[in-house]
């Protein structure tokens, strides 16, 4: 029998051990407030992530509609000032050339893309029979 009170104490000695150690262990402690501060720093990046992906979602409907605006208010002056000035030289009429650019590009589609190269070889592939 004095065995068996024997193996109870130490089984419930065991127990009360571990929880003491579980519960007072100043490391446990530290990285469970660790991985709260982690848990919360990743909700905060998250957060800012979706306000920055707002920000520019709005910036751009922002940018788009001050286009559209500029483009009427550029129409207008375009329009005015020919029916205003009828007498005025398409030279000196500043926005003469700026429509006539925008119905070529209109009527051609997209504009031709400036080319970021030459036509010409140059550098090291360039021929020693092309620089005479």
């Given at each position: 029998m004095t065995w068996e009170y024997g193996l109870i104490g130490l089984?419930?000695?065991v127990i009360v051990?571990?929880?003491?150690t579980r519960f007072g262990s100043r490391k446990l402690r530290d990285q469970h407030a660790l991985q709260?501060?982690?848990?919360?720093?990743?909700?905060?990046l998250k957060?800012?992530?979706q306000e920055l992906n707002g920000h520019f979602v709005r910036s751009a409907e922002l940018l788009e509609n001050m286009s559209q605006n500029y483009q009427e208010l550029y129409q207008h002056m375009s329009s005015t000032t020919k029916e205003l000035l009828p007498e005025q030289a398409t030279q000196s009429n500043p926005f003469v050339w700026q429509q006539g650019a925008k119905n070529v590009e209109s009527e051609n589609g997209l504009a031709e893309m400036p080319r970021d190269y030459s036509e010409k070889s140059s550098g090291l592939l360039r021929n020693s029979n092309t620089e005479k």
């Open positions: 089984i419930v000695g051990g571990i929880v003491i709260y501060e982690l848990e919360k720093t990743k909700d905060e957060e800012l992530k």
